[in-house]
C-alpha cells in the first residue's frame, strides 16, 4: 500500500487562492492583449450617435482620466453641448493615436481636444518618453487636419506626484513636454488650451483645492478648465 501524502490545509488554501488570482490575472491580459487601446469602450455608443444634425458643431475631447471623470463629476458641463467626452482612464498617447479613426475622424467633429501626456510619464503601461509622446500627438494633429478637423492640443495639467508612482519626479517633465506642445501648435497654427498655468502652484503641482489627489481635479478644478476650455473652442470654430 502507497504511503497517502497529506497537505496542511494552509496550503491547499493558498494553492486555491493562487490558482483563482492567475485566472483573474491571465483573463485580463488577454483582454489587454486582444484591445490593447480599449477600441470597444465607446463602440456602441459611437454605433448609435450617428453623424452630426446640420449645423452641429461637434466638440471631441479625446484624452484619459482627466477628461473621463469630468462627464461624470461635472456632467452639466457637456449637457446641451455638441461636446462628446472619449476620455479612457489609464491611457497613453500610443492608445490615443490608435482610437484617433473611431473615436474621433469617424464621428465627424468640428474640432478635437487632445490631451496626453502624463500617463506616458507615469509609466502607466511602459515608460513612453516625450519624444514619443509629442510624435503621437503629431500624428493625431495632421490625421484631424487631413480631415478637415480644427485642433485643440492641451498644455497638461500640473503634477507634482503620483500617488501610485512616487519615485517618478512629474513636474519638470510635464513643463519641458507642455513648451514641445505649445512650440509645435504655433509653428502649425493649432490653437493652444493651456491647463498648466491657471492650476499651478508653488512646487509646479496642482493647487489643494483644485485637486483630489494632486492628478486628478475636483469640481473647482473642473469649473476653471471648463472656462479656459470654452474660450478654446470658440477660437477654433469662429
Sequence with gaps: MKPILLIPAFLLFSFTLYAQQSTVDTSKKEDFRDDWAALS????ENQQLGQPKP???????????????????????FKGRPYLDRGISGQISPQLLIRFR?????????????????????SNTGHVS???????IKSMAEL?????IKVILCQYLPVFEYAWRKDIKPAD???????????????NNFIILDYFSPMVDE????????????????VAGYKIMA????????????
Design 41 to 44: 469602450h465607446y463602440k456602441a
Design 55 to 77: 449645423g452641429e458643431k461637434r466638440v471631441i475631447f479625446l484624452g484619459s482620466s482627466i477628461f473621463e471623470f469630468w462627464k461624470t463629476k461635472v456632467p452639466e458641463f
Design 102 to 122: 473611431q473615436d474621433v475622424i469617424d464621428l465627424k467633429p468640428k474640432a478635437v481636444i487632445i490631451l496626453a501626456g502624463s500617463n506616458d510619464i507615469a
Design 130 to 136: 516625450n519624444e514619443t509622446i509629442i510624435d503621437n
Design 144 to 148: 484631424a487636419r487631413i480631415h478637415g
Design 173 to 187: 517633465k510635464i513643463i519641458s513636454l507642455n513648451k514641445e506642445i505649445k512650440a509645435y501648435a504655433n509653428a
Design 203 to 218: 512646487r509646479n503641482g496642482q493647487r489643494a483645492e483644485l485637486t483630489t489627489d494632486g492628478v486628478h481635479p475636483n
Design 227 to 238: 472656462t479656459v476650455t470654452e474660450e478654446a473652442i470658440a477660437k477654433a470654430l469662429k
